[in-house]
């Protein structure tokens, strides 16, 4: 059995404080920044915590009435005995992409691990009654883009969730499920071995106490932290009051690429894809549309980290990817390797690598997905 990670430091006190009558992630981050540590919310009185942005008398009072309630004790042993560890979002562990929304979840429940290289992430949500086209789809695209170095991201409902993360299992690659309720529940029941693949190879993830249950109003909080951890979302079969909707909606706000996967016109399951495309969202019929829609990637990983880590990385003028980090799988390796820095024509890569055109042609598409190479005109192609 792999050993859990340590939690963060002072989890406990973190617990007590977002566990607190009132208080959201919004507000929590709100109390921190003005307080500036754990500690001194806990210990700040109610006249200092009315001088924070939306908190009154009578919210104040309800905070400093219940900040001790939370048994933080009880909540961190049961989360040792299901294997379960506990990040906050000031642990370097903590998801950079997730960590750019408005309203981080100021702490994670993990089952599993989290991992440097699933800040290449892409969500892939849609309907719970789905067709055996949206399965195939969701299952085909997960698979792919897992294959080429990305996390696929998923919320474990029935349909459409479960053929992604199946997906991304099947080509042996990291998975994220995000639960709508606490992670000693396992929803729907029947996803329970899904679950543990999940948590084997990639993470189980959830905001809410373990034993929170199931209720229709954890969702679409769900859902905003599904769309935070990736770069982009993908919608398959949805109807037009999908929760996959709200999902879109809000990686639109966190300045996420939207995509949509179109289905028949006379089905009511293609009308919320069809819909966002309508709106403006990327109609992607292939993992190369994915890709142009993304963009490079390592500009996006650019754009959503903090300015000290932008300065960090100038200073040293690290590479923004570590190959080593990569699981290069197949001819992968041998294509990377034979590159340098000047662009080269396919052909001649053909050649260098002794490999047929066909296997070249997709090393060379799932390196430029993982931002590790780069085109030029001509069909020249160098490393970045």
Same mark, same amino acid.
């Given at each position: ?13 973190? $617990?007590?404080? &977002? ?11 709100? %109390? ?9 919310? *806990? ?10 942005? @939306?908190?009154?008398?009578? +919210? ?21 005995? $299901?294997?379960?560890? *506990?990040?906050? #979002? ?31 992430? =892409? !969500? ?35 349909? #459409? ?9 099947? !080509? ?24 543990? *693949? ?9 905001? %809410?106490? %373990? ?17 935070? %951890?990736? $770069?982009?979302?993908? =919608? /398959? ?23 949509? #996967?179109? @289905?028949? &016109? ?26 142009? !829609? ?10 959503? +980290? +903090? ?26 390796? +041998? #294509? ?13 890569? /053909? ?6 055109? @066909? ?7 799932? $390196? ?17």
């Amino acid at each position: 059995m792999a050993q859990v990670p340590d939690n963060s430091k002072d989890i406990a006190l973190w $617990l007590k404080l &977002i566990r607190a009558d009132e208080v959201g992630p919004v507000t929590f981050g709100r %109390l921190l920044a003005r307080f500036g540590s754990i500690d001194r919310v *806990l210990g700040a009185s109610v006249h200092e915590m009315t001088k924070v942005e @939306g908190i009154g008398f009578k +919210t104040a009072e309800r905070i400093a009435a219940s900040r001790d309630k939370f048994d933080a004790s009880e909540e961190l042993e049961l989360a040792n005995k $299901l294997g379960v560890w *506990l990040v906050h #979002i000031k642990d370097p562990r903590y998801p950079a992409m997730l960590k750019q929304i408005y309203d981080p979840p100021p702490v994670l429940y993990v089952k599993g691990t989290l991992a440097r290289e699933d800040t290449l992430s =892409v !969500a892939i949500v849609g309907s719970r009654r789905c067709s055996l086209y949206g399965q195939e789809q969701a299952s085909r695209f997960a698979h792919l883009l897992a294959a080429a170095g990305f996390t696929i991201v998923s919320g474990m409902a029935r349909g #459409i969730d479960t053929a992604a993360h199946s997906g991304a299992l099947a !080509a042996q690659s990291r998975t994220i499920a995000v639960q709508g309720c606490g992670l000693s529940h396992v929803f729907p029941p029947e996803n329970a071995k899904l679950f543990d *693949l999940i948590s084997d190879s990639g993470a189980c993830i959830c905001e %809410l106490p %373990l034993r929170a249950e199931p209720l229709a109003e954890h969702f679409p909080p769900r859902n905003r932290i599904i769309a935070g %951890l990736s $770069l982009g979302t993908i =919608v /398959i079969e949805a109807s037009l009051r999908s929760g996959a909707l709200i999902t879109a909606k809000t990686a639109l706000e966190s300045n996420r690429e939207v995509m949509a #996967i179109p @289905g028949k &016109i006379d089905s009511p399951l293609s009308q919320g894809a069809h819909s966002l495309i309508k709106q403006g969202a990327r109609l992607v019929e292939s993992v190369e549309d994915v890709m142009e !829609a993304l963009g490079y990637v390592g500009d996006q990983l650019k754009d959503h +980290t +903090t300015t000290a880590a932008k300065e960090a990385t100038e200073k040293v003028e690290a590479p923004l990817f570590d190959t080593t980090k990569f699981n290069l799988r197949g001819h992968e390796k +041998t #294509i990377y390797e034979t590159l340098g820095k000047e662009p080269v024509h396919i052909d001649e890569i /053909i050649a260098d690598a002794d490999l047929p055109a @066909g296997a070249v042609n997709a090393a060379v598409m799932s $390196l430029r997905l993982k931002g590790l190479i780069q085109q030029f005109p001509g069909n020249l192609f160098a490393k970045r």
